[in-house]
């Protein structure tokens, strides 16, 4: 083959030199463009597996989203208490020289109330609970006054929830602010 001015010439491999050469543009040879090609890509009809899949699929599509959103909600809380074990497994393999005297103290005094509250239900939660508080208070004041203010944090919301709820079982509704403020009003020009 010889390029010749942007017309390719074909040479034919036989001896006959007395043909005519033919000349080719690059467009025609099949080694620059390939030849079109009309491929047209047909969807097979879903079979009675494939629908009977898909149905399974939107049935169950509710309970993975929910079991993915607990997972979310679980894990953190699960690896949060898998750490605390570790931490508290290192601490106890090497405590420091005074946390058995401390615990000791801390389980005889609940051992304590156990015995002083016999009798109703609430002294045995009441007294072993306190007398454990009092006693882990004197070992370890700054932990103590943190528990305590979670503590009196948690109790606080959890009564505005019991409140809350409390108020929509008799009213229907929540009151709002401006409710309460005409209802106060109100009552103060009938007085």
């Not at 463009?33 to 939107?58: D, F, N, Y």
């Not at 006693?135 to 943190?146: D, G, I, R, W």
């Not at 606080?156 to 401006?178: M, R």
Request: glycine letters at 8%; one cysteine or more.
């Amino acid at each position: 083959m010889y390029k010749v001015g942007g017309v390719v010439l074909a040479a034919s491999a036989s001896a006959d030199e007395d043909k005519p050469r033919t000349a080719l543009s690059v467009d025609e040879l099949s080694l620059y463009t390939p030849p079109p090609q009309k491929i047209q890509r047909v969807q097979p009809e879903r079979g009675q597996v494939e629908e009977s899949v898909a149905a399974l699929r939107k049935l169950a599509e509710p309970y993975a989203t929910w079991c993915q959103g607990v997972y979310g909600t679980v894990k953190p809380k699960v690896d949060s208490t898998v750490q605390f074990g570790q931490n508290s497994y290192v601490y106890l393999k090497n405590p420091p020289p005074e946390f058995y005297p401390r615990a000791g103290v801390i389980g005889l005094a609940g051992i304590l109330g156990l015995f002083l509250g016999r009798g109703s239900r609430l002294k045995k939660v009441i007294y072993p609970t306190g007398l454990m508080a009092v006693a882990a208070s004197m070992y370890y004041p700054q932990e103590v006054l943190t528990v305590a203010k979670n503590t009196g944090d948690t109790v606080y919301d959890l009564a505005l929830q019991a409140y809350v709820a409390v108020e929509k079982l008799i009213k229907g509704k929540p009151a709002s602010k401006k409710d309460r403020a005409e209802k106060s009003s109100s009552g103060e020009t009938k007085a």
